[in-house]
């Protein structure tokens, strides 16, 4: 099995910064892609980064310049750097994963999520 858990959310004023992190734990072999995904009130599970085991990373044009995906492939860690953040960006930040287990089976995890409440 293959656990999640995020880190580093809160309430933040608009303009400033918030970092979350996602550890990942469990029987793993090696992670392909690791991304953030968010859910705002009302709306649908969109992904906000991802990157993948070579540094190749993707963003959605909303968060392009204000948000930086990295990794630490050693650790088995993803972080989300917010700047600049926007009443917009308020919603549940959720760690995604493509796993290769120690017996080499493929899992897709999800970790429990992180509120981000940014006010005006």
């Known amino acids: 099995q293959v656990q999640l858990v995020e880190s580093g959310g809160g309430l933040v004023q608009a303009g400033g910064s918030l970092r979350l992190s996602c550890a990942a734990s469990?029987?793993?072999?090696?992670?392909?892609?690791m991304g953030w995904y968010r859910q705002a009130p009302g709306k649908q599970r969109e992904l906000v980064a991802s990157?993948?085991?070579?540094?190749?990373?993707n963003y959605a044009d909303s968060v392009k310049a204000r948000f930086t995906i990295s990794r630490d492939n050693a650790k088995n860690t993803v972080s989300l750097q917010m700047n600049s953040l926007k009443p917009e960006d308020t919603g549940v930040y959720y760690c995604?994963?493509?796993?290769?287990?120690?017996?080499?089976?493929?899992?897709?995890?999800w970790g429990q999520g992180t509120l981000v409440t940014v006010s005006s």
């Open positions: 995604n994963a493509d796993v290769i287990t120690i017996g080499r089976a493929y899992v897709n995890v």
């Open positions: 469990g029987s793993i072999h090696s992670i392909n892609r």
């Open positions: 990157i993948t085991n070579g540094g190749s990373t």
